[in-house]
Structure formats: structure tokens, C-alpha cells
């Protein structure tokens, strides 16, 4: 069974282009996460669909971040434009279903790492 | 509110001996606890997972963590390090409510010959 996939896995960009980051979940997987690790801190969550509903979006940092999870199946997540303080590493996430809700196993992908010169 | 802190960055052991990675968390709700490694180019695995019952819990790679209420802990334990545990290791929280996951900076093993 494949297990989280993103793309690409590096990307360089410079000050005020876009990037669109993608991440493709475990099939069958109702429940998909972004998190953001910059150099040096911890992995922070950006947003949470349940299906391709927002369930919870309170970690995006602004509105130059936009997600989205068409039919349910694989998300993307934009940055436009991108500024300096975007850089680092964007992971993906996905659990299966709603009942076991925070007991769920979020399983990871490998994560995108991302550099805004 | 959540939070974690996991004490000390980077923790260097040799190889055979305990490995020891501290966590205490801060939750307004009765937390779930986990611990994940990201190997190098890996995603993040998930070692264990505490979330009710048994505070001693064993993950994959004879790992082991307690989970101690009175000292909001949560600390990582091997007792042999062999060389290929050496990767970072992240501590995390959430709650009953609240998927998602709250990480501490990680700390980083390395494994001395």
C-alpha cells in the first residue's frame, strides 16, 4: 500500500513567485493535514480537511496560503506570493476515518522542503 | 492550549547504552501522546502512541515511553542504542476535540561506535 506522497520534494523559488505543493494521501484516507517546520522550530500545523472540507484552518499564517482538497482525494497547497519567511519544510498528513478522531494514526509524507530566495 | 517541550536539541549516546529523550507536555484536556522518528529523507514514523490505559507503552525498535499525569512526562526510552536509531525524534500532543498534533523542536540522536 502506498503511503503519503508529496511533491515535489525540493523547491526553489524566488521572493514574490508561486509554488504549489502537493500532497496525496493514503487511499481511503478521509482525514489530510499540512504542517510546516521552519529551520530550527517545531513542526506547526497549518490545516485540517476532513473530506474536502476545511475542518479546521486556524494554523494558515495568512491569506497568501491556499489550500485545497478537490473531491476528497489529494490536496494542494499554494503560496502566492511567496516572501522569504515561507521557507521550510511542508509536511502532509492523512488518518483514515472520523470515529477514532484525535486517536487516529496521522501518517506522514516526506515533505516538501521549500526555499523562498 | 497545548504544548511541548522536549529538553535538549541534539542528545549523543554510544552505541549499547540507554537512550533516554525527554518530553513533558501542557494540556487543557486529557492528552494523547506520541512520539515519531524522521529518519534522514523519511517522513515522520510513528514510534508509539499513549492515549488511554496503560501508562507504559512499547513502540517499534524496542522503544518504550511512561506516561506520567503527576509529571506531565512523557519521556522516549531504549535500553541498548543500536547505530541505526540515530534520526531526530519528535514529541507530540493532542486531545479529546483537537486533531491535531502539537510537536515539540525535536531532538536530534546520534549514535557513538
Known amino acids: 500500500e502506498a503511503g503519503v506522497t508529496q511533491f515535489p520534494s525540493h523547491s526553489v523559488i524566488e521572493k514574490g513567485q508561486t509554488v504549489t505543493l502537493r500532497c496525496d494521501p493514503i487511499s481511503g484516507h478521509d482525514n489530510l493535514y499540512w504542517y510546516r517546520r521552519v529551520m530550527g522550530k517545531e513542526i506547526k500545523f497549518l490545516l485540517h480537511f476532513v473530506k474536502e472540507s476545511k475542518q479546521d484552518e486556524s494554523g494558515m499564517p495568512n491569506n497568501r496560503f491556499l489550500a485545497e482538497r478537490t473531491g476528497g482525494t489529494y490536496s494542494t497547497l499554494k503560496v502566492q506570493p511567496a516572501e522569504l519567511e515561507d521557507s521550510g519544510v511542508y509536511f502532509c498528513a492523512s488518518s483514515q476515518d472520523r470515529r477514532g478522531g484525535a486517536k487516529n494514526i496521522q501518517y506522514f509524507g516526506a515533505g516538501t522542503r521549500l526555499s523562498v530566495l | 492550549a497545548q504544548s511541548v517541550t522536549q529538553l535538549g536539541s541534539h542528545v549523543s549516546v554510544s552505541e549499547g547504552a540507554l537512550v533516554l529523550l525527554r518530553c513533558n507536555y501542557s494540556?487543557?484536556?486529557?492528552?494523547?501522546l506520541f512520539w515519531y522518528v524522521q529518519y534522514p529523507n523519511q517522513g515522520l514514523q510513528l514510534l508509539l502512541k499513549?492515549?488511554?490505559?496503560?501508562?507504559l507503552v512499547k513502540g517499534i525498535n524496542g522503544f518504550e515511553a511512561e506516561f506520567k499525569k503527576s509529571e506531565t512526562s512523557f519521556h522516549l526510552t531504549k535500553p541498548s542504542a543500536h547505530m541505526s536509531d540515530a534520526a531526530e525524534y519528535f514529541c507530540a500532543v493532542s486531545g479529546y476535540g483537537n486533531e491535531k498534533l502539537t510537536f515539540g523542536t525535536g531532538t536530534r540522536l546520534t549514535i557513538i561506535p
Open positions: 494540556s487543557s484536556v486529557p492528552p494523547y
Open positions: 499513549y492515549t488511554t490505559g496503560a501508562t
